[in-house]
């Protein structure tokens, strides 16, 4: 089973901040939107500074022609797979270009043809995506916190206790290279120190395959420290303030 601890930390230490100026049931619609702005700050990072030299010269023009113009200043290539259709076909608007090599069809078929890792391809074996969907068991048990068996004195499962795995066929070394692995090494791995008495119920095993696309393709990139982003969310909550004395006077 996965340790949320580092995780569950960090998201505590984040809300011991905002303890005082927040109340605890709105601290999500603190956290949340902060992590998403920060995200969108990492992926603009590169040509920020340029974007916004730019910016005066557009200003004049309206919302959807200057984010346009502003897009194109930043040379981000969030759209190297595909283009605007000039008219809609049905719910669909936007299309793979057919033209050379900077985009669409030509750019996505040198990718495919070059065969070489990138920021826009990564190379698993096949192995690598599949996994095996287990049913962890645990005993029922009595008031007395025996375990409750049945008539060949096999544990009974507690269904309000059953838990389910996804174990990967593949797992990484020591050296951090992909080597394969059971579901009994993941699970005496994994499970049984958490949970000594639990069992998998081989009868329910099911095998998948999945492509997580932002698994794969995600590059963590480190927040601010956590003081300098207290202070923007206070300084916001400030400007706020100011706007509503305004509204309201």
Not at 74 to 99: T, V, Y
Not at 217 to 246: C, M, Q, S, V
């Amino acid at each position: 089973m996965v340790d949320f601890k580092d995780k569950a930390n960090l998201i505590w230490k984040v809300a011991n901040l905002l303890r005082g100026d927040y109340r605890q049931s709105d601290y999500g619609k603190v956290i949340l939107p902060m992590t998403v702005l920060r995200r969108l700050d990492c992926v603009l990072a590169p040509t920020k500074q340029k974007v916004l030299d730019y910016l005066p010269k557009v200003e004049k023009l309206s919302d959807s022609a200057k984010d346009e113009e502003l897009v194109k200043e930043g040379c981000l290539p969030f759209n190297r797979f595909w283009q605007k259709m000039p008219r809609s076909l049905g719910d669909k608007r936007k299309a793979i270009a057919e033209n050379g090599t900077e985009k669409g069809i030509g750019f996505i078929a040198n990718i495919y043809g070059d065969f070489t890792e990138n920021e826009y391809c990564k190379i698993y074996p096949n192995d690598f995506f599949g996994y095996w969907r287990v049913t962890v068991e645990r005993p029922q048990k009595d008031e007395r916190g025996t375990i409750v068996t049945d008539r060949q004195g096999n544990p009974k499962p507690d269904s309000g206790l059953r838990d389910f795995e996804n174990i990967p066929f593949l797992r990484k070394d020591a050296n951090g290279n992909l080597v394969p692995q059971t579901i009994e090494e993941y699970f005496d791995r994994e499970v049984k120190p958490h949970v000594p008495d639990a069992w998998i119920d081989k009868s329910k095993t099911k095998t998948g395959y999945e492509i997580n696309f932002t698994k794969y393709f995600y590059e963590f990139k480190p927040l601010r420290p956590l003081a300098k982003i207290k202070a923007d969310i206070l300084n916001l909550e400030g400007e706020t303030k100011e706007l509503e004395k305004k509204v309201l006077a």
